[in-house]
């Protein structure tokens, strides 16, 4: 079956910019993480959603960062006034419902602030 | 929040060698993943193994969760096992992977 989906896969744009990042998780999948992985690092937790709502948003660095799941399944990372500290590449995961099950990551979205 | 490590950081082997890799967390966990990221950048999936021992061909990994360790073993090294290998928990009162800085595992033909 279908993986988790992400696009776009790379994504290069100018200081200052609006950007939006999508993931499409695993079909069913009930729970939606975005996490951060900067360059020799491991990825950084930013959201969860359970069905459509945040349940934890602690991650979001700033308020520029913002995440919706509207319909309990896509969701879309947003990132208004980007930095070039913004640069990584940004990893979408879902599990299925219920208590303590495993995280299936996408392949990801590069973004590149020039 | 939970503290994770990983050792060592760099490993390089011939092809054939066997290796352990270590994952030590600061409190009581959920859920622990490893994984393998790969030189494009994938993340995939090696285990769940909150608790217990798991085997998947060249692949085994042991979780003693009491004792707050986890160990990846690799048997007979091959060159497309290279990468980056990454354990990742979850604290029992949160549903967030907290992950480690990983291991840079080299293969060598």
């Not at chain 1, 990132?79 to 590449?89: C, F, L, N, W, Y």
């Not at chain 2, 092809?15 to 994952?23: I, K, V």
Request: net charge negative.
């Amino acid at each position: 079956g279908a993986g988790v989906s992400q696009t776009p896969s790379n994504k290069v744009t100018e200081k200052g910019k609006y950007v939006e990042l999508r993931c499409d998780p695993i079909s069913g999948h009930t729970a939606l993480y975005w996490y951060r992985q900067s360059l020799g690092q491991g990825p950084e937790f930013l959201i969860y959603f359970q069905g459509t709502g945040a349940a934890d948003d602690s991650g979001l660095p700033n308020d520029r960062f913002f995440a919706v799941r509207p319909e309990g399944s896509v969701s879309t990372l947003k990132i208004q006034r980007t930095e070039r500290g913004d640069s990584a590449v940004y990893l979408c995961a879902s599990s299925p419902e219920g208590d303590y099950q495993p995280q299936h990551f996408g392949d990801g979205t590069r973004l590149s602030i020039l | 929040g939970i503290q994770v490590e990983q050792s060592p950081p760099d490993l390089i082997l011939q092809e054939g060698a066997n290796s352990t890799l270590r994952c030590n967390f600061s409190d009581s966990v959920n859920n622990l993943q490893w994984f393998h990221q790969n030189p494009w950048g994938q993340l995939i999936n090696l285990f769940y193994i909150p608790s217990g021992t798991k085997q998947n061909g060249r692949l085994s990994a042991t979780t003693v969760a009491t004792e707050r360790y986890s160990l990846l073993y690799i048997s007979s090294s091959q060159t497309t096992d290279s990468g980056v290998y990454f354990c990742a928990v979850c604290e029992t009162s949160g549903s967030r992977l907290t992950f480690g800085e990983g291991t840079q595992l080299t293969v060598n033909p």
